[in-house]
């Protein structure tokens, strides 16, 4: 079975731009959240989605947003893109919204550079 | 709040050592602990987790971590390390009812020398 998938692999935007990173869910899970990963640092939630409805927010400014699609793929969009959020952006999948004991599976992750 | 401390960001050890990295946790509820590892360029793998059924938890490739509340420790062990467990690894706490949302430590690099 296929894992996590994301597109595309490798960005480079210019400041002020926007961008819009793909995930794609494993088979059967309908939760899907997205993490930013700061090179030294490790991975910071930014929203979890779950039946098209966003289920948590992370501490991001509202340049940040998401969607997920009925497929319960998920995009996640960055406006006004800013020197800092050059990072890797991961996204894991999981069965259930509920957290907890929950695993979360993570993707390889969309690595972005913003010049 | 939860968040986990991770101390020491780099650790070396020698071809067939033990293996330690530390975690220490803060949760005002009971926490679901997890340890990750990611291989340059490549996403979260799980090595194990903690879900209050036992305090000894064993994982994938040999790692194992024991939950100590006293402590508020979840230090990750391996008898004997090998080359390719060289890697960056995550600590991370959540709690039910959070949401999928995990809170990670800075990670501890790994680094195995012959």
């Known amino acids: 079975d296929a894992g996590v998938t994301q597109s595309p692999t490798h960005l480079i935007k210019t400041r002020g731009q926007q961008v819009t990173l793909r995930c794609s869910p494993i088979?059967?899970?309908?939760?899907v959240s997205w993490y930013q990963q700061v090179l030294g640092q490790g991975p910071q939630f930014i929203f979890q989605y779950y039946e098209k409805e966003e289920r948590g927010r992370g501490n991001f400014p509202d340049r940040f947003s998401a969607r997920q699609f009925p497929n319960y793929s998920s995009e996640l969009n960055v406006n006004a893109l800013l020197l800092g959020d050059s990072a890797l952006y991961l996204c894991a999948s999981s069965l259930t919204p509920s957290g907890g004991p929950e695993t979360q599976y993570f993707g390889p992750g969309t690595r972005l550079l913003v010049l | 709040a939860q968040s986990v401390t991770q101390l020491g960001s780099h650790v070396s050890v020698s071809e067939g050592a033990l293996v330690l990295l530390r975690c220490n946790y803060s949760?005002?509820?009971?926490?679901?602990l997890f340890w990750y590892v990611q291989y340059p360029n490549q996403g979260l793998q799980l090595l194990l987790k903690?879900?209050?059924?036992?305090?000894l938890v064993k994982g994938i490739n040999g790692f194992e971590a024991e939950f100590k509340k006293s402590e508020t420790s979840f230090h990750l062990t391996k008898p004997s390390a090998h080359m390719s467990d060289a890697a960056e690894y995550f600590c991370?706490?959540?709690?039910?009812?959070?949401?999928?949302?995990?809170?990670f430590g800075t990670g501890t690099r790994l680094q195995v020398t012959l």
């Open positions: 949760s005002s509820v009971p926490p679901y």
């Open positions: 903690y879900t209050s059924a036992a305090t």
């Open positions: 991370a706490v959540s709690a039910a009812g959070t949401a999928s949302k995990l809170t």
């Open positions: 088979s059967g899970h309908k939760s």
